[in-house]
């Protein structure tokens, strides 16, 4: 009965008076999305599939010639590839951390009953909604050593964050950490509010320890959201360029995402650039794979 309901138009509604059966009303939002997805997702993959095997040039009116594997055997055998990749896991790691550490503590301190509590949220969810390039130059001036306020608030009068090889990674990590903590603040904040209270009351009936309260209630029952959060923070971290891009230009910056810009649109490597891409890309999906796997785990304890 409740299927029949649901599966059949309302004879009174427009469609039914226009003759629309319910799979063309269906089709008619299907299809769109699809042809959209497939012009403007698909198609360009496979595209740029096909250019990896080739020593395509975009810069040049030569016709692409097919060079195998080349292209991937030349960037896997490349020294200045793999500082890209050490440079980008040390990125993320710094990242993602600070991102899980800040957000989670954030969240477990707005887990309460406080005065101005959405309104407090609120304001800590505006840096996750401001435009990276914003973000970036706001940062700029913040780390700038001659009146930046971050060297003043510290009284490191005026050091160089981000002319500094050895601080400039960092410099970008905190920034993206400041940007980004909101986000797992918000999924923490969801998964907190929904622990039963019940198991802290037992808790607290037993008297056990905020410790053990925090290590065997909290943490078990939230780490599955908090695994969803670092799983979206670490693709989009692999994949940063913004930020590394605006605030400096130090090698020691030079993540996999801007050696990839410089090689297709400053050298002109097409065919090159594309087959790092696919290395990119398929770095991301076994690094996702493998956080599934343990999200799985999680949830099946």
């Known amino acids: 009965m409740a299927t029949d309901v649901i599966t059949r138009l309302d004879p009174a509604s427009r469609a039914a008076r226009r003759g629309l059966s319910d799979l063309t009303i269906r089709n008619l939002f299907i299809i769109p999305t699809i042809l959209f997805l497939i012009v403007f997702n698909i198609f360009p993959l496979l595209y740029s599939l096909g250019y990896s095997f080739t020593d395509f040039r975009a810069s040049t009116n030569a016709p692409a010639n097919f060079v195998g594997l080349q292209n991937y055997r030349e960037l896997l055998n490349d020294p200045f590839i793999w500082n890209n990749f050490v440079i980008t896991a040390k990125y993320v790691i710094v990242s993602v951390a600070g991102q899980v550490i800040v957000g989670f503590g954030v969240a477990m301190l707005l887990n309460r009953d406080i005065p101005y509590k959405g309104l407090i949220t609120t304001l800590l969810l505006l840096p996750m909604m401001l435009s990276m390039a914003v973000v970036g130059l706001f940062w700029k001036l913040l780390y700038d050593p001659s009146f930046g306020i971050i060297n003043y608030a510290l009284g490191l009068g005026t050091f160089e964050w981000l002319a500094n090889p050895d601080m400039a990674l960092y410099a970008v990590a905190i920034t993206d950490i400041w940007m980004w ?44 959201i908090l695994m969803i959060a670092i799983i979206f923070r670490t693709m989009e971290a692999f994949k940063t360029f913004d930020l590394a891009y605006i605030l400096t230009s130090q090698p020691t910056t030079e993540v996999l995402s801007i050696r990839l810009y410089k090689m297709a649109f400053q050298e002109w490597q097409t065919g090159r650039s594309c087959a790092l891409a696919y290395i990119m890309l398929i770095v991301v999906v076994a690094i996702t794979n493998i956080y599934v796997k343990y999200l799985n785990k999680v949830k099946e304890r």
Do not use: Q
């Open 181 to 224: 903590s909101p986000f797992v603040m918000l999924l923490s904040l969801a998964g907190l509010s929904a622990v039963p209270k019940h198991l802290y009351e037992a808790a607290a009936i037993d008297r056990a320890g905020p410790l053990y309260t925090f290590f065997r209630i909290t943490l078990p029952l939230v780490a599955p």
